[in-house]
């Protein structure tokens, strides 16, 4: 009981210190991994982390435990202890493994993360190759394909931001997201891409009906088959910007139902308010400083929640005069 509790991680040393060959144990390795995957599980990143490094210790080019100690410490906000072991990767096996390229094109800006993008997408087309010429496992399939839509969507994003301004971005930006439909055309994360690119383009006709499909493919999904947290709050900025708040609330009132410690939402859902319905704006509003109170924010949000509260409370005001003045002038004689 006593070594169960300590872990794999805690008894290895021992027991490789016995091999008079001196090579490592695979099984060994191998359990040290299963261990980190099961800690990653239940979230217990830090011994996630250390059985990682034990592996490391023991097989320092293992590049399974490289990729994933290097996308572990991305979650754990340290990019440059992340961007060593990606680094690392890459040297060891340039062309085995996708997702250290596209963990590096996360940490990496411009150009440089459009390559190692290019570079993860591009070994998952073979990877998807391989599965459609073995027709087999059609789960497998749908993972690869939507990795590589990922990929091709974060390609276009940088397209729109990082380098908007280099020569043919607007074209290679288009050419990326008709690859991702080629691939899946109801996919949406690529229509919600297709989406932000028309707004780029001032095409807002365009962009709105894009939006309005991503948002029919998965608005009456179960929430574990719908998109990211993130990915749908995406979708009600660009519904607010594209003028149509209401589906934007209808969005925001079902992410405060997964998750209300979280003033960012609460103050879109109240702008979003702010266009068609002012008192329920006030009030999450109120439930936005609320949260602020206990959670915190950046100084930004607070400036924007109270410059919001001050508008609405004085449209508010506004109208209450107004049926207060009508109510008079009907009682007069």
């Known amino acids: 009981d006593f070594c169960l509790s300590r872990g794999l991680g805690d008894v290895y040393k021992r027991q490789v210190s016995t091999q008079s060959t001196g090579l490592v144990d695979m099984e060994i390795v191998q359990n040290l991994i299963q ?12 011994s996630a982390r250390s059985r990682y490094e034990q592996v490391l210790q023991l097989q320092p080019e293992n590049t399974e435990a490289l990729d994933s100690l ?9 990019p440059q202890e992340a961007l060593k072991y990606l680094k690392k990767s890459v040297e060891v096996a340039p062309n085995q493994g996708y997702s250290k390229y596209m963990n590096l094109g996360q940490l990496f800006e ?3 993360a459009v390559e190692n993008l290019e570079k993860g997408i591009a070994l998952l087309k073979e990877k998807r190759n391989d599965i459609l010429q ?6 497998d399939l749908a993972q690869t394909e939507q990795e590589i839509i990922s990929g091709l969507c974060s390609v276009a994003e940088i397209y729109m931001t990082d380098l908007c301004f280099e020569e043919n ?17 109801d996919s949406p994360e690529a229509l919600q891409t297709l989406a932000s690119f028309k707004i780029s383009q001032s095409k807002n006709d365009e962009a709105l009906l894009a939006l309005n ?3 029919n493919a998965w608005q009456d999904q179960d929430l574990d088959r719908k998109p990211s947290y993130d990915f749908r709050v995406t979708t009600a900025k660009l519904f607010i910007e594209l003028g149509n708040p209401q589906n934007a609330a209808k969005i925001l009132d079902a992410l405060l139902d997964e998750d209300d410690q979280i003033p960012r939402v609460w ?10 319905e002012k008192e329920s704006a006030e009030e999450c509003l109120i439930s936005c400083k609320e949260v602020i109170e206990k959670e915190g924010a950046e100084p930004e949000l607070i400036e924007q929640v109270e410059s919001l509260l001050a508008q609405v409370t004085s449209e508010l005001d506004a109208k209450m005069s107004s049926t207060t003045t009508g109510s008079m002038d009907v009682e007069s004689p």
Do not use: H, M, P
Not at 134 to 139: A, D, F, G, V
């Open 35 to 46: 261990e980190a995957e099961e800690f990653i599980e239940t979230l217990d990143y830090e």
């Open 70 to 78: 290097g996308e572990l410490l991305i979650e754990l906000n340290e």
């Open 110 to 112: 411009g150009q440089e």
């Open 134 to 139: 073995k027709k087999t496992n059609s789960e």
């Open 169 to 185: 971005a607007e074209s290679r930006c288009g050419a990326v997201i008709e690859d991702a439909l080629g691939i899946s055309s």
């Open 213 to 215: 499909k991503s948002y």
């Open 267 to 276: 103050y879109l859902l109240a702008f979003a308010y702010s266009f068609f």
